[in-house]
């Protein structure tokens, strides 16, 4: 136990040197740079950055946001455990799925962006919610896919035996054996599609969707720096409260299975 807190505090310690050396070098380009149009002070930029705190309409940006990525996960985490397992228990069935999962990895993000652009001209919510499932989707397929294939050969042949691999053995084999897998596919997914919904919102523009790449946007658009990293700034936050939060997960899953 002790062992264990020893290496959580080295672990904090660690970190929060990470971050001092950033701001380090933050402030070794500030002054090498000289130019506060560009890159401004950083007591400027945390200014800014509690200022925006108390900006009503930034936190329903986030909140549309956070909207949209959850219903992308759903969605993505439905189709793509139920494909995975498929795949991982039918090989015909892998066959005709893996064009899908190789075109979805292979295909740049702003590619997609545009082309649901174009076919979802009058509502831009929904290419948005299709691009973010379209990128995740491949990461559930495979690590529910994973799960089945790596379950103990026993346990099936037991299921074979016992007359249950027809009937109920994809639900008991996804609870017991496949489960820790598609969890971590989940855990390893919910960052990447905040920030792919993020850079969809700002290839967009302001104009098209509301979310934070909307305020993201405004302040590239408007050349006001000082506003544009203070939200670098909070997006970075929000991934770290989601990174601490997957962290946790993770450990019940771990600890559970």
């Keep these: 136990m002790k062992s264990s807190a020893n290496k959580k505090i080295l672990y904090l310690i660690f970190t929060f040197l990470g971050i001092a050396f950033l701001f380090l070098l933050y402030e070794i380009s500030f002054l090498l740079v000289n130019n506060s149009n560009i890159l401004p002070s950083l007591n400027?930029?945390?200014?800014?950055?509690?200022?925006?705190?108390?900006?009503?309409n930034l936190f329903r940006n986030i909140a549309f946001s956070f909207l949209r990525t959850l219903l992308s996960i759903v969605i993505a985490f439905g189709i793509g455990v139920l494909t995975g397992c498929l795949s991982g228990l039918f090989p015909?069935?892998?066959?005709?799925?893996k064009p899908l999962i190789s075109l979805c990895k292979c295909i740049p993000v702003p590619c997609f962006i545009y082309l649901l652009f174009i076919f979802f001209l009058n509502?831009?919510?929904i290419a948005v919610i299709i691009v973010v499932f379209l990128i995740i989707f491949p990461i559930i397929h495979e690590?529910?896919?994973?799960?089945?294939i790596n379950i103990n050969q026993n346990i099936i042949d037991s299921l074979k035996i016992e007359g249950l691999y027809r009937k109920n053995s994809i639900f008991k084999v996804l609870l017991i054996e496949a489960l820790p897998y598609i969890l971590s596919g989940l855990i390893s997914?919910?960052?990447l599609a905040l920030k792919v919904e993020v850079t969809a919102e700002i290839l967009l523009g302001p104009h098209?969707?509301?979310g934070i790449g909307r305020n993201i946007f405004l302040a590239k658009e408007n050349l006001d720096f000082t506003t544009l990293y203070a939200l670098i700034i909070l997006?970075?936050?929000i991934f770290i409260i989601l990174d601490f939060l997957c962290l946790i997960l993770k450990k019940i899953i771990k600890n559970k299975f």
Excluded: E, Q
């Design 123 to 125: 509502n831009k919510n």
């Design 189 to 191: 997914s919910i960052g």
């Design 92 to 97: 015909k069935f892998n066959y005709f799925i």
């Design 143 to 148: 690590n529910s896919k994973s799960g089945i």
């Design 235 to 237: 997006i970075i936050l």
């Design 44 to 56: 400027d930029i945390f200014h800014n950055f509690f200022n925006l705190l108390k900006n009503i």
């Design 208 to 210: 098209n969707i509301i």
